[in-house]
Each structure stands twice: as C-alpha cells, then as structure tokens.
C-alpha cells in the first residue's frame, strides 16, 4: 500500500472515531500519530514537533492572556453598563448578543459566554420571556464573534500557522476582520429578529414557576424513622420522589426500615426546605444567614470543579458557600450527593452571600443562570491587565511580532505582577486542545508529505472545475461547515486548511481566500450542540433539544455560507 494510501487510511480512521464520539478527541490523536509514526508516515524525531510548534505556543498563551482579563472584571462591567435597562426585548437581546459578539473576537469564546450569559437570562426574566430565546442566539453570537480576529478561537491561530506553513507568512492579526465582521453581523442581525423566533418557547421556563427538577438530599428525623412507605407517600406529597436512602456511606435496600439521621436522595421541584418541611423530613443543606442567595450555574467546560466531588466544593470556596441541590444528571449514580463528581455541563444550585457566589462563579467558571451579580472591578489591577493586552495586540499589529511569541510574553508579565492567581496559570490552558493541536500537526503534515493531500485537491479541483469564484469558496466553506457539526474546529482547521491551499493553486484563485473560507466554516457550529462547547453549555438551562438547534441554525449556516463567499469573491476577485 503506498504512503498516501496509509495517511489517508490513518485519517479517515481518526475522524471515525472522532465522529462516535467513543474516545477523548486528545486521545484520537494521539493513535492517530502513534500509527502513523509506525506506518513510517512520520520519523521518530520528528513526532513531538508539534509540541514546539509556534501555534500551540500560541493557543496556550492566548487563553491564559483571556483567563486573565475574564478574571479582571472588566468584560462583565462593560457588558453590563452598555446592554439597556429599560428597552424593549429586541433592542436588549440584540445588544447583548453584539457584546457577545465583541468579547469572543478578544478572549476565549466560552469567557464571553460566562461574562454575558447572566446577562441575557435577566433579560428573560426582565420581558416574562422563558430563557430558550436567549441562550441559543447567545451561544451563536460567542461562536460568530471569535471569526473576527486572529485570537477569536484557536482555529483562527491554527490556520494561520498553516498559511506560514504553505506560503511563508503569517496571517496578520485583522486578516480576517472584514469577511469575519460581515459574516457576524449578518448573523446577529438574522439571530435579533428572526432566530429566536424559530426556538420553542418552554412554557416551564417562565419566571416565577418551580418548573426545574433537582436532587439533593434530607434527613430523617426520629419521629419520622420506620416504615420507609410513609416518607415515599409524604414526599409524594410535597411533589417530590426518594430515589434512594442511605445509612452512612451505605446504600440501603427500598423496603429496609429508616433511621434516625438516615439520607435520603431526593428529586424535586420545590426547594429542599419547603420539601422537608411538607415532608416532616430535616433538610441536609443549611439554610445559611439572612441574606444568602440560592443561584443556579452551569460548570463550563474547563472549570477548575470538573472532577472534583460536590462535598469538596464548600473546600474549595473556603466555606464561603454550600452546594445545596442539583441537577438531575446527579442521581445517575445513586449515590450520596457529596461522592458525586461533576462534570463540564452540569447543573448545581448553590447558596451564599450574593458577593461571595459572584466571586466563587469568576474563579471558578460558573454560568450563573438564575442571578445577576458581577464581581467587582479591581481598579488598578484591571488597567495594567487590560494594558498588557493591548499590548500584546499592539506588538503582533504595528512591529509584525510572531503571535506565539507575542502573547507568551503577555502572559509571562501577567504572572510575573500576579495579575492571574497562581492557580489559574495553568488551568486557564485547555489542555486536551493543546495535546489535539500538537499530535495531529505531524499526522497533517503526513497527509501533504505522502500526496494523499494531492490526490484530494484534485479530486475536488475537478468537482469545482470551472465554477465561479464564489462557487468555488462557498462550497469550501460549506465542506468545512459540515465537518465541523462532528469534528473540534482544531482539528477541522489541521485537516482543511493545508487541503485548501492546494485546492486553490489547482483552481487558480488566491490561497488567501480558499483559507479564510475554511476559517469562516470551521467556527460556524450552528446545526448540532456537539459542534461547539458552547451550544454544550446552554443545551440543559435551555431545555433545548438535539433538532432545536438545527431549526435556529440551518438558515444561519446557509447565510454564513453566501455572505462569507460573497465578501471573499469580492475582496479577491482577479483583476
């Protein structure tokens, strides 16, 4: 079998299994480059290349530079003081979903969505509208804004160091703000005043309505202790459900008799001390001082709490807060509440003082869904981070500084004058992205070296044949798009981008236009929540469903597709 025959066998196996979703997309990569440094498609010495790319330099120093101006306050205060109070729902989601928009172009697309998604949700609340036509579009926005600049999302970085790669120079930073402005604010107009329409409207979402299942736990009281049939009828009676007891760290058999200070898991609606109460059951939660606050959050992915148990939260907040409830997703395993490890996307229900919930929510990247309280701005210590990275913008900009070398340098002052806590400086790195980023950048340069990315271009120069300049990149960008609904845009951009270039040397069109239409689709996540971590994040406190998104975002995709192929057709046509 001939080498272009292997590379392509290696990456058609590793999309596969990127597709089914069966195993960690780092890990996909990493077989992937392990096969192919033993089909002889890479050398040896050659395997960790990646990890010294200058790309994956720069995708690490760029999300701790966005950790550190997400942590300031500054993106939330800013947010909060240009979205209107008083205007119509039209006119405030519109801007919020344009300071969305802004936010993602300069920092991590999931921090703009922690910075706006209380936000949004308030204005929900604010119109006696359910938060199903505010979360989609929101999620979109985050994904429009970050094909704005170099920095918007890690894809924009890679596909950059492709075109030094294949051309011999960098993408600059604003390369592709005008097809990436165009497109975005086409879509936010599209989202403004036709996509939230097209969303379902929960009626169970409504303000006010005790409509969220979540489990949480209560005790039993001695006079309630015995026959464990009566306490299932009395919390049938409080519009709640046992879904298991337990006597220490023991799980108890359904029919066994109950004791004192036995734990009873428990789903409900109603709040766990209205349900004890109705109950004559003892809430396990305290209520806390007058004063405290019950805030529903959503973990983002990349939290410093994914993995850790919901009994160590209080720890980690230094008692500051309890976590009293949560979502549905925490009863998988029946076990007590505090061995239950969470997960990106999972629901809790915390309670504290409003300003300790704000603070806790920041540091711990928190999607406060049911509050709206925004940390408070540090004053000096925002200016010099916020000086710092205009800084490093200025650098790449105006004296033409390698990106990687730019922002690593930004990030190295900021922890030098301990403008990010300690913790965060690693944390704050996306770390299954980095390994993705470095192990398939070997398995793509194997794809070109072999020729299987040869035989392709061909393949779809004669597809294209003589289509006209926009047909030509739509269809690019449409290719893209579609890959996209399956695959991290990481990799996406690894795999088309190098494809593109020869697509368009074939063609005879500008390299420069086939990689920005590659650019476009590869942030153009709109039809699946599985596409992007954000369209994760707000598919529960949504209540979406899997087809919800497609029907808010097919007709963006398709706008996406004409209005980026038409703004590149025009910016490059020859002549």
Known sequence: MSDAALSAAVLLLSLLLFVSGRLRHDLV???????AVLLGLVPPEGALAGFADPAVVAVAAVLVVGRAVELSGIAAAITRRLVPATAGFVVRLGAVLLLGAVLSAFMNNIAALVVTMPIATQIARDTRRPVSLVLMPLAFATILGGMTTLIGTPANIVLSSVRKAQLGADFGFFAMTPVGVAV??????????????LLPQHQAERPGEKALWRAFELLVPAASAGD???????????????MASFRGRSRLDADAPLAADDRLLVLGRASPWEVAEAAELLPAAPRGADGDVTARVVVAYGSALIGLSLGEVRLRAQGALNVVAAGPSALLGRQPLDQVRIAGGDELFVRGASSAIADFAADARLLEIDRLDVRSI????????LGLFL?????????????????????TAMAALRLLPSRDLYRAVDWPVIVLLAAMIPVGHSFETSGAAEYVASWLSGVLGDASLFSALAALCA????????????????????????????????????????LIGTSSDFLTPIGHQNNLLVMAPGGYR????ARAGAALAVLVVLVSAAVLARQFAPG
């Open 29 to 35: 990569a990493l077989l992937a480059l392990f096969a």
């Open 184 to 197: 975005t604010l086409a879509g936010l107009v599209y989202l403004t005043f036709i996509g939230w329409r």
């Open 228 to 242: 464990p049939l009566l306490v299932r009828r009395r919390l049938r009676g409080a519009g709640a459900r046992l």
């Open 378 to 385: 540090a004053g000096g210590r925002a200016a010099k981070v």
């Open 391 to 411: 800084l490093g913008i200025l650098a790449v900009v105006l004296a033409g500084a390698p990106p990687a070398l730019a922002f690593l340098a930004t990030a």
């Open 479 to 518: 290719a893209t798009l579609l890959l996209s609904m399956f695959l991290n845009n990481v990799a996406c951009a690894l795999i088309m981008g190098p494809l593109a270039v020869q697509v368009a040397d074939r063609l005879g069109i500008s390299p420069d236009a086939a990689l920005l239409a590659v």
């Open 546 to 549: 899997f087809t919800d998104y």
